[in-house]
């Protein structure tokens, strides 16, 4: 195997989850729903949320994605064990109550709140959405809550849907910014060929670039490996998903107690690093894969304003160009026309111009609601170097 494609030996998943601050664990049905009862496990999930208050002491953020609403609402559903999509959804629709009602069983103990989002793709790839989607995901974080994600598979058509929430939790993790994914499963990490009928395959507890040749192994040998919708195929899938945006992925077993304890006490587990840190990889998105579809000229106040590290307040806006919508890019000019750097936009063009030159607590009196009260974050800004 090429040298490059592992990591340094002295890096693992145990240092991964020490120096996570945001994390995003995803648990399949296969762990969290007995196959013969159609009942959650609910000691292994105590377990669980056990190990998550405990990051959560730790001064750690935890988003949590969860299958388990379909397979609990089969439990209580005669006939709803059919393939048909609108069986599914009427397992779901009954499930999706219960798997909450036990992770906040789980947290109870911890004096910890659990609140539901239900995604579908569309909420995940249409920018606007995102952006709803995000501000949710912060606001619950900011309350000291714990988001629970589902893909909402009531709702979901076959055309909107993730298929598994391997990429479900990898388009979390990219939406919160996390840090650090762990994707539990039913085998240790990711091998050279299958465990189960290969005694030569070769455990990988490295991986420090996602090659063909890796995830060809997810595709062939390890094509088994999870249960439910996922496999080691889209939990490499994933992976890539989350590297893109800066996101390490763990990829380790959940047939333990207290899994995320056992991979910090060094229980085998793969490590898939990313190149960037999450914030690095989110700028270099906004810098290189996003046409502007508007311009802001600022003053001169503004422009050093945010060289100095701040936002951009209306008030530093002199003039509003393009047809642009909430969550759009937009260029940054200073009054010379000289481009200062690009952004993603609170608010619409119009909007943009009605609170223009206007002080941040106009802007409910100007538009009818309270918005933000930035027109770009400094977090959603990337300024040239110059």
């Not at 159609?38 to 405990?54: G, Q, S």
């Not at 420090?208 to 595709?219: D, H, Q, S, W």
Request: proline share 4%; charged share 20%; aromatic share 2%.
């Amino acid at each position: 195997m090429p040298p490059a494609v592992l990591l340094a030996q002295t890096v693992d998943a145990a240092d991964a989850l020490a120096a996570a601050r945001r994390i995003v664990v995803k648990v399949g049905s296969s762990l969290l729903v007995d196959a013969a009862t159609r009942r959650v496990t609910a000691p292994w999930l105590a377990a669980l949320a056990a190990d998550l208050a405990r990051l959560r002491a730790e001064g750690r953020e935890v988003i949590v994605v969860s299958s388990g609403s379909i397979a609990l609402g089969r439990g209580l559903l005669k006939g709803a064990a059919g393939a048909r999509l609108e069986d599914k959804q009427a397992a779901a629709s009954v499930g999706q109550s219960l798997l909450m009602a036990a992770w906040q069983t789980a947290f109870a103990p911890h004096d910890l709140i659990v609140g539901q989002v239900l995604l579908t793709r569309d909420d995940t790839e249409r920018r606007r959405r995102w952006l709803n989607a995000r501000a949710t995901v912060q606001a619950l974080l900011a309350h000291g809550v714990i988001p629970v994600v589902n893909e909402n598979d009531t709702v979901a058509t076959e055309e909107i849907r993730y298929g598994d929430n391997d990429r479900l939790a990898a388009r979390a993790a990219q939406l919160a910014r996390a840090d650090l994914l762990v994707l539990l499963s039913d085998v240790d990490g990711l091998y050279t060929a299958d465990p189960r009928r290969d005694p030569a395959a070769t455990h990988l507890p490295h991986i420090a670039v996602l090659t063909p040749e890796i995830l060809a192994m997810g595709g062939g040998a390890n094509a088994d490996a999870g249960v439910g919708t996922g496999g080691m195929a889209t939990k490499l899938a994933a992976a890539q998903i989350a590297r893109s945006a800066g996101c390490a992925t763990v990829i380790a077993s959940g047939q333990v107690e207290a899994p995320l304890s056992a991979i910090g006490a060094g229980a085998r587990a793969t490590l898939i690093a990313a190149p960037d840190g999450p914030m690095a990889a989110y700028k270099q998105w906004i810098a290189g894969s996003l046409a502007p579809a508007g311009e802001l000229t600022l003053d001169d106040g503004a422009v050093t304003a945010l060289k100095g590290g701040k936002s951009l307040l209306p008030a530093g806006v002199t003039t509003v160009s393009g047809a642009f919508e909430k969550g759009d890019c937009v260029r940054l000019c200073d009054t010379a026309g000289r481009a200062v750097g690009v952004g993603l936009v609170a608010y619409a063009a119009d909007e943009a111009a009605r609170i223009r030159g206007r002080r941040s607590d106009e802007i409910e009196g100007l538009l009818g609601y309270r918005g933000a009260a930035v027109l770009i974050h400094r977090d959603d800004m990337v300024l040239n170097e110059r």
